[in-house]
């Protein structure tokens, strides 16, 4: 990352996102957890979706040394992004009240529910 990029990670429920940025570059994120760099031009609506994406910070260097003193990294499995298709309803409400996404409790069906998150979380 440079001072003219910042890095972004998506954190939405769709197993595929694809946005335009201001700086007319489109991007797409397979499943929640993927990073990509975009321009700094694209922060300001990055921090207006922060149920879409979050910003990563920089990560620091470490020196040669402390590089070979670090256990290696574990790997942690890819989040599953299908995994929202199999959320009952009352998780679905549960998510999207985490998010700040106010849906109708009257929804009850799956379906419609994953729908108006989508809708709400469009960017």
């Known amino acids: 990352?440079?001072?003219?990029?910042?890095?972004?990670?998506?954190?939405?429920?769709?197993?595929?996102?694809?946005?335009?940025?201001?700086?007319?570059?489109?991007?797409?994120?397979?499943?929640?957890?993927?990073?990509?760099?975009?321009?700094?031009?694209?922060?300001?609506?990055?921090?207006?979706?922060?149920?879409?994406w979050e910003l990563v910070p920089d990560e620091p260097v470490a020196s040669p040394l402390e590089a070979a003193a670090q256990p290696p990294a574990v790997d942690k499995p890819p989040p599953d992004p299908d995994a929202w298709l199999t959320k009952t309803p009352a998780e679905l409400h549960a998510y999207a009240e985490e998010r700040g996404i106010k849906l109708d409790k009257r929804l009850k069906d799956a379906d419609k529910i994953r729908a108006a998150i989508d809708a709400a979380t469009a960017g």
């Open 1 to 52: 990352m440079t001072a003219d990029t910042i890095r972004v990670r998506y954190i939405g429920l769709k197993a595929k996102c694809t946005d335009s940025f201001p700086s007319g570059t489109i991007h797409t994120w397979f499943g929640a957890g993927d990073v990509q760099t975009l321009p700094a031009s694209a922060l300001a609506k990055v921090l207006k979706h922060p149920t879409v």
